[in-house]
């Protein structure tokens, strides 16, 4: 070997870069994807429509809902997605707020990074001002009486406010808070859970959203097998089956040969006994409803009709596992082996108009939010938008800690951090300070979304806190900066923390990397030439399907 020849240990087609360039290129796609949604966040959001491969459209301002439908190729862009997807798995809403929090803790990141500041640096300095952040959040929140309705349902609304749900949101936010207290216990230590699993949502599509409506017991959304069979009985016996009550098929492929008729007919009555028998099970074991998840045979289900049982099938198994809570039954899987220990106790009561079945319990908690809407893309955003709603008040509920919205907080704890920044010796009160001015991002976009001048209001929301007014947030629809706590803008302490932490976090971890080695091209727009690293082209080619979305 030549003395001062590299020697070359990677493939022809892997790509790699290092230092500056792959903290640029690294920072370009995570920016890129808080861009992406910055324009949703707040009341006077704006929507996205997301069309997938095969056409769907999906209309939405959910943040979460975005990032995971867009088609995103860049391994960073996927990191702070799952910023979205860990902030609605842990606190159900802030998925807008955490990642656009991330966008610009990394934007600043950069012009320290510019500054000769060390990476080091800055991560140390970020997790501090976290650790701040999160200690000031629990000091500024007001522990509230988590059965205060009223307050309930303000957080409930100030959730859904922007989204699809707004138009109907005081009556949908009192369907939520009530839904969370049929499904809320009280521990022996006193304090408060909440069990989702026994609250369902149902979706119809062609009635207005405010005859939306909370449900005792379950919903199932279909027909009777058979025309003769009853539509509703009162103080049933349910049974609920996995089996198809249909003829047994062998397992391996056979053929039948049939010589004369005799033998074909005896054959065909061998059927129609297997059949009667599986229904004479059914009446042996005193069921008055069955609802299967499987198919029924026609012969099957003109013999149930002739006992008077009525049977429904195809039901979802999702419905099954509903019901079974709400009338207390077992889910049987072997028709043979179902008895009456099986069954579930209610009344089936039938909806001629919306074609539902409604079945309650003696003692059922369980209940169904059923939302209604105009068309399919209205009624999803709506499902979107009270999903969101149910975890901050079940979140609230079981956390009891508020804080007032529409950016006081951010403001709040921007100062709050800077006082704390002059505590803190050596580069990274740099980056404390840089924590801070990215938390007022969100007064910035609120403001920014609503038309209005976002220096100017951050200037006034500035002097408010200046002032001692913690809870001085924007008014979007007047433009003032008042107490919003007092209006009715409230938001769950916990889905802020959470935003605070998944922010940083994400932050941090790519703020670490300072060297990309790809097996392949980093960017995913294969036709692109270009040489060397990618480090302009994260965005373009890099970023997927987003270069429509900027």
């Given at each position: 070997?030549?003395?001062?020849?590299?020697?070359?240990?990677?493939?022809?087609?892997?790509?790699?870069?290092?230092?500056?360039?792959?903290?640029?290129?690294?920072?370009?796609?995570?920016?890129?994807?808080?861009?992406?949604?910055?324009?949703?966040?707040?009341?006077?959001?704006?929507?996205?429509?997301?069309?997938?491969?095969?056409?769907?459209?999906?209309?939405?301002?959910?943040?979460?809902?975005?990032?995971?439908?867009?088609?995103?190729?860049?391994?960073?862009?996927?990191?702070?997605?799952?910023?979205?997807?860990?902030?609605?798995?842990?606190?159900?809403?802030?998925?807008?707020?955490?990642?656009?929090?991330?966008?610009?803790?990394?934007?600043?990141?950069?012009?320290?990074?510019?500054?000769?500041?060390?990476?080091?640096?800055?991560?140390?300095?970020?997790?501090?001002?976290?650790?701040?952040?999160?200690?000031?959040?629990?000091?500024?929140?007001?522990?509230?009486?988590?059965?205060?309705?009223?307050?309930?349902?303000?957080?409930?609304?100030?959730?859904?406010?922007?989204?699809?749900?707004?138009?109907?949101?005081?009556?949908?936010?009192?369907?939520?808070?009530?839904?969370?207290?049929?499904?809320?216990?009280?521990?022996?230590?006193?304090?408060?859970?909440?069990?989702?699993?026994?609250?369902?949502?149902?979706?119809?599509?062609?009635?207005?959203?405010?005859?939306?409506?909370?449900?005792?017991?379950?919903?199932?959304?279909?027909?009777?097998?058979?025309?003769?069979?009853?539509?509703?009985?009162?103080?049933?016996?349910?049974?609920?089956?996995?089996?198809?009550?249909?003829?047994?098929?062998?397992?391996?492929?056979?053929?039948?040969?049939?010589?004369?008729?005799?033998?074909?007919?005896?054959?065909?009555?061998?059927?129609?006994?297997?059949?009667?028998?599986?229904?004479?099970?059914?009446?042996?074991?005193?069921?008055?409803?069955?609802?299967?998840?499987?198919?029924?045979?026609?012969?099957?289900?003109?013999?149930?009709?002739?006992?008077?049982?009525?049977?429904?099938?195809?039901?979802?198994?999702?419905?099954?596992?509903?019901?079974?809570?709400?009338?207390?039954?077992?889910?049987?899987?072997?028709?043979?082996?179902?008895?009456?220990?099986?069954?579930?106790?209610?009344?089936?009561?039938?909806?001629?108009?919306?074609?539902?079945?409604?079945?309650?319990?003696?003692?059922?908690?369980?209940?169904?939010?059923?939302?209604?809407?105009?068309?399919?893309?209205?009624?999803?955003?709506?499902?979107?938008?009270?999903?969101?709603?149910?975890?901050?008040?079940?979140?609230?509920?079981?956390?009891?800690?508020?804080?007032?919205?529409?950016?006081?907080?951010?403001?709040?704890?921007?100062?709050?951090?800077?006082?704390?920044?002059?505590s803190v010796s050596g580069r990274e009160q740099l980056a404390v300070e840089a924590f801070a001015d990215s938390l007022e991002l969100v007064p910035r976009v609120l403001a920014e979304n609503a038309g209005l001048d976002s220096i100017d209001t951050l200037v006034d929301l500035r002097a408010a806190h200046d002032d001692g007014q913690i809870r001085a947030g924007l008014n979007v629809f007047s433009g003032d900066v008042e107490d919003t706590f007092e209006s009715g803008v409230v938001e769950p302490a916990h889905a802020k923390e959470q935003a605070v932490t998944s922010a940083t976090e994400a932050a941090n971890l790519v703020l670490k990397i300072d060297d990309i080695i790809s097996a392949g091209d980093l960017s995913t727009d294969k036709g692109d030439d270009q040489e060397g690293a990618p480090g302009a082209?994260?965005?373009?080619?890099?970023?997927?399907?987003?270069?429509?979305?900027?």
């Open positions: 070997m030549q003395q001062g020849q590299p020697m070359i240990v990677m493939s022809e087609d892997s790509q790699r870069v290092k230092d500056r360039d792959a903290q640029d290129y690294n920072i370009q796609a995570a920016r890129a994807v808080a861009e992406a949604v910055r324009s949703t966040l707040g009341p006077k959001g704006m929507d996205k429509m997301l069309v997938d491969s095969m056409g769907s459209v999906t209309i939405t301002n959910d943040g979460v809902t975005i990032l995971q439908e867009m088609d995103i190729d860049n391994p960073t862009a996927e990191m702070i997605v799952e910023v979205a997807e860990t902030q609605e798995d842990e606190a159900g809403d802030g998925t807008t707020t955490a990642v656009a929090i991330a966008g610009e803790l990394l934007k600043n990141a950069e012009d320290l990074l510019e500054q000769d500041i060390h990476p080091t640096a800055i991560i140390k300095g970020f997790h501090m001002a976290a650790e701040q952040a999160r200690a000031e959040i629990d000091d500024i929140a007001t522990e509230i009486d988590t059965s205060d309705e009223a307050l309930l349902q303000k957080t409930a609304e100030t959730s859904m406010t922007g989204k699809g749900a707004e138009v109907n949101k005081e009556h949908l936010a009192q369907l939520i808070v009530d839904a969370v207290s049929s499904v809320t216990v009280e521990t022996d230590e006193g304090d408060r859970v909440v069990d989702l699993e026994f609250l369902k949502i149902e979706t119809q599509t062609g009635r207005a959203v405010d005859q939306s409506e909370l449900l005792e017991g379950g919903i199932v959304d279909k027909d009777p097998v058979h025309d003769n069979m009853p539509s509703s009985v009162e103080d049933a016996n349910i049974l609920l089956l996995r089996d198809p009550i249909e003829v047994e098929e062998t397992d391996v492929d056979t053929e039948v040969s049939v010589t004369d008729p005799d033998q074909l007919q005896k054959f065909l009555d061998r059927e129609e006994k297997q059949l009667k028998d599986k229904v004479q099970h059914i009446v042996d074991t005193g069921a008055d409803v069955v609802f299967c998840q499987k198919g029924i045979d026609d012969l099957a289900q003109h013999y149930l009709a002739k006992e008077g049982i009525l049977a429904v099938r195809r039901a979802k198994k999702s419905d099954l596992e509903f019901l079974a809570e709400v009338v207390d039954a077992s889910i049987v899987s072997d028709l043979e082996s179902a008895t009456e220990d099986d069954l579930g106790f209610g009344d089936v009561t039938r909806d001629d108009a919306d074609e539902l079945f409604y079945v309650t319990g003696e003692d059922s908690h369980g209940v169904t939010l059923l939302l209604r809407g105009s068309t399919e893309h209205v009624v999803d955003e709506l499902e979107r938008g009270v999903n969101d709603a149910l975890d901050v008040v079940a979140q609230t509920v079981s956390d009891g800690r508020v804080l007032a919205g529409g950016g006081a907080i951010e403001v709040e704890l921007a100062s709050r951090l800077r006082d704390y920044a002059d082209g994260g965005m373009g080619g890099g970023m997927g399907g987003m270069g429509g979305m900027m």
